[in-house]
């Protein structure tokens, strides 16, 4: 609590791109088309040079800390996780702004009574469609006609249509699930990989993990859509 009202601190990195960017004036925009939230919110804004957290400035840590000695809730991407319990002793919830949450892994520091909420899905729509593109573009030869235009040189590549081409997903959670969508009203044949699942509504079908050999094995594209864990990197 901060002057009797629920302490909202917004913590933004100056290195980000400016979608990823609340500023004051969008606050102020904020509460003046909520009068209603004025006498409750407390909306306090700190900004940080870059991340990594261990790039911070003593000036930021010192603003950041300040901050947070009165924070109910934390709305940023990344902050420093060891000893949020004593520097924050009010926060229980935290909204991550992206969707992804591994830079801040393991989460051996979260507290008891800490919740953690993430923007899982937010993408899901551009993400189909830039997927769309890339297919289209990978099945027209697309690079290949590009570095001949960087070269001046005439380049016939004739390529066969998509649909009915073979994709395989890999990980087929939120991200996946669109990708394999938006593939099969395509024309495209999906072949989903995943842990547990034993079906998709988007997927002609779907291997386990330990299948993935096979399922590759007369794929004409793969699609990437895992989490980046220790059991997925490299």
């Known amino acids: 609590m901060k002057n009797g009202k629920t302490h909202i601190h917004i913590q933004n990195s100056r290195s980000s791109v400016d979608v990823f960017i609340a500023d004051k004036q969008q606050v102020k925009d904020l509460l003046a088309r909520n009068p209603d939230l004025k006498d409750s919110l407390e909306i306090t804004v700190g900004s940080s040079a870059v991340d990594p957290v261990d790039l911070w400035t003593k000036e930021d840590l010192d603003e950041y800390y300040g901050h947070m000695a009165t924070a109910d809730i934390l709305v940023g991407y990344s902050f420093p996780g060891k000893d949020i319990e004593k520097y924050a002793p009010r926060l229980r919830w935290i909204h991550f702004i992206s969707s992804g949450v591994e830079h801040m892994s393991p989460f051996d520091w979260v507290p008891e009574g800490l919740q953690l909420v993430n923007n899982r899905g937010v993408h899901l ?3 189909g469609e830039s997927f ?7 099945n027209s030869a697309m690079p290949r006609l590009y570095t001949a ?13 998509i649909r009915g081409k073979k994709l395989v997903v890999l990980g087929v ?5 669109e990708i394999a969508r938006m593939a099969r009203e395509m024309g495209l044949h999906v072949t989903g990989i995943h842990p547990t699942r034993k079906e998709h509504p988007h997927c002609d079908r779907v291997m386990a993990n330990s299948e993935m050999k096979e399922a590759f094995a007369d794929a004409d594209f793969l699609a990437i859509a895992a989490p980046l ?3 997925t990197r490299g």
């Open 125 to 127: 729509a551009k993400s």
């Open 173 to 177: 959670g939120h991200q996946g699930g």
């Open 132 to 138: 769309a593109m890339f297919l289209y573009m990978l």
């Open 229 to 231: 864990t220790e059991e």
């Open 149 to 161: 235009q960087r070269n001046r040189t005439w380049d016939r590549a004739f390529t066969t249509v």
